[in-house]
């Protein structure tokens, strides 16, 4: 097959309840149907994606859905707990008192299940919150978090593209008729310095499973990853959130503890 050889379907949940509480318009029927259509047209690359920690959701019912999806013929899985973004629906709800985040236990212990139980199903975890059968890992993914260029086409797209950072409007109507009249669909740009370009490389690369090679990161940005994020390390390895890697007294490879892994989004924040 050429051009497109991998689909990812946003699947999210095999509970209709779920779903309306997450606000999609689709049902778990529609989504699986998805996914089967998509290998009897000969997709052997497919992913899912799930969200998991709702407010109301427990340990039992994340344990049925991660059995469904391991019997879909899916080579890759995402799993990402629900974050309420401001300006969301879910976000009103929670400033109004309607809901209540889960608790931070109940959430790791969630993530912790999927991660062991996924695993054991030949699913290994290769980010934060991915997980792929042998020769699956998605290299779109892992160009993204070793901060290589990538182009994104669509209303609200962003590409990154000689360390300057392009978003497309965000509305469809408008969007089509620009590319029509041959106009720009950019809203916005930014050009990153060589410092911004590293530190992001670093919040993005310690996300992986592999962490961050500090020869491969001189090399790749120009800078000494010890020196550079000198002032954030020592507090997140104090915290146990990284660890350090060393061959023969020196340090080689910085990456995330299990720890860390719970926490990601501060470590990130951190070396930003």
């Given amino acids: 097959m050429n051009g497109v050889n991998r689909l990812s379907v946003g699947l999210q949940s095999f509970d209709d309840q779920k779903l309306k509480k997450l606000g999609r318009i689709h ?6 149907e998805a996914v089967y259509l998509a290998q009897s047209s000969g997709f052997k690359n497919i992913s899912i994606d799930l969200i998991f920690g709702l407010w109301d959701e427990r340990l039992p ?72 059968q042998s020769g699956y890992i998605c290299r779109h993914n892992f160009s993204y978090w070793k901060n290589e260029p990538y182009i994104g086409l669509g209303p609200s797209a962003v590409s990154y593209i000689d360390g300057v950072r392009k978003k497309n409007i965000p509305d469809v109507k408008e969007y089509i008729a620009r590319i029509k009249k041959g106009g720009s669909v950019i809203k916005s740009q930014e050009k990153l ?49 990284i660890d350090y890697e060393k061959k023969d007294g ?22 930003l």
């Fill in 61 to 132: 019912d994340w344990k049925k859905e991660l059995q469904k999806a391991v019997s879909l013929p899916v080579t890759h899985i995402s799993a990402y707990s629900l974050t309420y973004e401001k300006g969301t629906a879910l976000s009103k709800m929670l400033k109004k008192g309607l809901i209540k985040p889960l608790e931070d236990e109940a959430v790791a212990g969630m993530y912790e299940y999927a991660v062991d139980f996924l695993e054991g199903r030949g699913f290994k975890r290769y980010e934060v919150s991915n997980f792929s």
């Fill in 27 to 32: 049902n778990c029927r529609k989504a699986q």
């Fill in 250 to 271: 020196k340090i080689k490879r910085v990456s995330l503890t299990k720890k860390g892994f719970l926490f990601c989004d501060i470590v990130s924040s951190e070396l």
């Fill in 193 to 241: 310095y060589d410092v911004q370009k590293a530190k992001e490389t670093a919040a993005l690369k310690i996300r992986t499973k592999e962490g961050i090679n500090l020869e491969w990161f001189k090399e790749k940005t120009g800078f000494d990853f010890l020196r550079l994020e000198k002032a954030s390390i020592i507090g997140l390895q104090e915290k146990e959130l």
